[in-house]
Structures are given as structure tokens and as C-alpha cells.
């Protein structure tokens, strides 16, 4: 009974976040109410940060033959660094959200530069600068209970943070 509510409310919220433009993708078998709510407001932020990007103060952090970071800042917080690097045929971008100086949401896509498809999409959730969600290349989740997802929580947690205090120096 407790997974049948559960599964209606994550529906609802998907409702509700289609609604106001912010759904998010659940596992309903690992993804509790708590982390939906999360990832929804997360959405909110994004959205919020991209629409507008054109009004954030843009600095280069790193730029050489392998591709470049790019941060950007509303007032002295950062809110978003954008990586690019081209590996081997594949072109990676990859944001890296932030909120209250605190890393939010991570977005990877790599794209084939000669047929230009997109190879791997991974999406991640953070509350806390922890990982909560992730979401792998076809929307497989990876479920949080296992040592591959804490293992991932820690080197995202690590790197997210390297990022931002090497943008907070710039």
C-alpha cells in the first residue's frame, strides 16, 4: 500500500511540474517524496539560471587546446560553470549548477562530432553538495543504495566543489 501512494503522489508531482514547466523524471522505486520535491525545486533554479544566463557576469576560467571553463556569477555568487572539452571525436558539455554556494545539479552531454548524435546524457541532483539522483543515458537511474552511487557521490562532491572554488578565485 505504501508503494501504491507513494507512486500516486511522484505522479502527481510530475503532474504538477509539467504544469508549471518544471516535471522531473523519478525512479518510483527508489525516488522518495522528499527527493522529488527536491529535484523539482532544483528544476525551478535551473530553469531560472539558463533563461537568465545573458544577464550573469560570464569569466573565463580556463581556456587551451582541450577546451575551456566558463563561469558565471549574479553579483559575487556563482550560479553555473560550463566546461567544454572535445575527447577523441566527442565533444562534452558539461554544467555544473549552483545555489547558496552549494552545487545543485549537474548536467553532462557528449555528442559525436562526426555524425552529431548524442552519445551519453547523465543528469545528477544534489541536496547538500550530495548526490541524490542520478540519471544515466536513457534515463536509467542509478539506484542510491548501491556502492557505484556513493562511490559517484563522493568524486562529484569533490570535483563539484574543486569547481567552484577554482571559479571563486577568478
Known sequence: MKNITITIFVFIL???????????????????IETAQKMIGINKLTEKT????????????????LGQRVAYFESNSLKIIKVY????GIEKNIEWYYSDEKLIYSEANWEDISTNKIVNTVKCY???NHLIT?????????????????????????YGKKLYDEAIKK
Open 14 to 32: 510530475l503532474f504538477s511540474g509539467a504544469y508549471s514547466q518544471t516535471a522531473v523524471m523519478v525512479d518510483p522505486k527508489t525516488t522518495s
Open 134 to 158: 542520478w540519471i544515466d543515458f536513457g534515463n536509467k537511474f542509478l539506484d542510491p543504495n548501491t556502492d557505484t552511487f556513493r562511490e559517484r557521490d563522493s568524486e562529484m562532491t569533490i
Open 126 to 128: 544534489f541536496d547538500n
Open 50 to 65: 539558463k533563461s537568465n544566463l545573458n544577464n550573469l557576469k560570464k569569466i573565463d576560467i580556463q581556456k587551451d587546446n
Open 85 to 88: 572539452l572535445t575527447d577523441n
